[in-house]
């Protein structure tokens, strides 16, 4: 690959904006009639499905070898060295029923290697972005993740599972804890916005479980690069296809996963 880390991010964060730009465009005259069930209250709209075409089109462009991850599956191509990690619009719901946050959100897998991240948020017109050996930035400004050291002075994040309820006593154990030992919860409705604001310090961490790849893969990128720590639920590496995340300051990182696995890995 001739062209730098760097360089690919830059482009690809202009090809986040020109999908954001036609996904707002969309939500102007937007028919809730249009929805489809994909599962139990798992939607999707004609504007995922248009975006992912879009995104998976611009990215051949750019680097032609790669593969893609991506949710909608609108392609199956699988590359040797390169996959994207596409969520095309994480935030669906929201969208639908017009409420912020919605936002497109791409990864590059060298390998099984993270090496970049681009989550742009549509509503704010926010572009949060990394690249392997660089830093993380928010519309050129460099970010990092916060410095709160107290879990009792800690903004939480999480979101709720829409169909995978076997943890739920588990989970709300643990939201009970949060919400009376932390500052406080917030619960989006968009994973890779909720990792994007970790990296920026917006939120103290954040933890889900039931979660996909193309949910956390450029979030969770973005977040290291700002200088956090990522994790699955027992402190592990497997956040990607794991299908849990803990993301944080370094200075919170430890206790919290200690009390997210005492709750959730019982």
């Not at 690809?12 to 994909?38: P, Q, S």
């Not at 949910?215 to 720590?229: L, P, R, S, Y």
């Not at 402190?235 to 296809?241: I, P």
């Amino acid at each position: 690959m001739t062209t730098t880390y760097q360089q690919l991010c830059l482009s690809v964060c202009e090809i986040a904006r020109a999908a954001g730009k036609f996904i707002a465009t969309e939500r102007t005259h937007f028919d809730r009639h249009t929805v489809e069930n994909k599962g139990l209250h798992d939607l999707v709209s004609y504007v995922d499905k248009s975006s992912e075409k879009q995104i998976i089109e611009a990215l051949s462009a750019l680097l032609p070898e790669s593969g893609f991850i991506a949710e909608e599956g609108t392609s199956s191509k699988h590359g040797e060295h390169f996959n994207w990690v596409i969520d095309p619009l994480d935030g669906t719901t929201n969208f639908i029923n017009g409420v912020p946050v919605y936002a497109v959100s791409i990864g590059l897998l060298e390998g099984e290697e993270l090496v970049l991240g681009v989550v742009y948020e549509i509503c704010r017109n926010e572009c949060f972005y990394a690249w392997k050996g660089g830093k993380a930035y928010l519309n050129g400004e460099e970010i990092r993740v916060s410095e709160t050291s107290d879990l009792h002075d800690a903004l939480l994040a999480t979101g709720f599972p829409y169909s995978n309820f076997e943890n739920l006593d588990q989970y709300m154990a643990l939201l009970k804890w949060s919400m009376t030992e932390a500052r406080g919860v917030r619960r989006l409705g968009s994973a890779a916005t909720d990792l994007a604001y970790v990296a920026c310090g917006r939120f103290d961490s954040f933890f889900e479980y039931d979660l996909k790849p193309w949910d956390v893969a450029a979030g969770a990128f973005i977040v290291q690069q700002a200088g956090g720590k990522v994790s699955d639920f027992e402190g592990g590496d497997k956040y990607l296809f794991g299908g849990e995340i803990i993301a944080s300051n370094l200075s919170l990182s430890s206790p919290l996963q200690k009390k997210v696995a005492s709750f959730m890995n019982k």
